[in-house]
């Protein structure tokens, strides 16, 4: 065999040893899952962040505005499907009072940030995408999400109403060839 026709070869090998790592073994690997906030994240103690709270109504969790203006809290999952990359995806609670922020976390570290868009309608699902990650069972997720006010509503004692954070799941799409 010639030198080129080994370089080429041994190119290939290693670049589908990297499929072989993080691809499907097959596509019925590949069927995207969701995790619940409220049912699958757990709450964590950590200096910075303060404690979320399960909204019921909408199936969310969200940061209490009136104990804690401004400020994050985070939740925590342990990744238990098999190595690979996947699209993760969070669906977040639109709100016409603020635009909260959502932070990504693997094992203790930021790797995205998304922001909720403005809304005329309260209340309301949305998706994002975070993009595609590399991960093992066992890794540590994190969302990160604030309250915020965008100063457009007042409530009580004309004070401004904030957005409380408000997510529902993320989405982990295995990406598959």
Avoid at 29 to 35: A, E, I, L, M
Avoid at 60 to 86: P, R, W
């Amino acid at each position: 065999m010639s030198n080129q026709k080994f370089t080429v070869t041994f190119c290939l090998l290693i670049m589908m040893s990297g499929f072989v790592f993080y691809g499907c073994e097959n596509k019925t690997n590949c069927d995207p899952f969701s995790v619940s906030a409220i049912d699958e994240f757990s709450a964590v103690e950590k200096e910075g962040f303060s404690p979320f709270y399960i909204h019921r109504g909408v199936n969310a969790l969200a940061v209490n505005s009136e104990m804690f203006e401004n400020d994050y809290a985070i939740a925590e999952y342990k990744f238990q499907q098999k190595k690979g990359e996947y699209n993760i995806k969070i669906t977040t609670v639109l709100e016409v009072d603020g635009e909260s922020t959502y932070l990504l976390f693997i094992n203790n570290k930021q790797v995205a940030q998304l922001v909720n868009e403005e809304t005329e309608v309260d209340l309301v699902e949305k998706t994002y995408d975070f993009g595609k990650f590399k991960l093992h069972q066992d890794d540590v997720i994190g969302i990160a999400f604030n309250n915020i006010s965008n100063e457009k509503i007042i409530e009580n004692e004309g004070q401004f109403a904030f957005a409380r954070g408000r997510w529902k799941n993320l989405i982990f799409e295995r990406v598959c060839n």
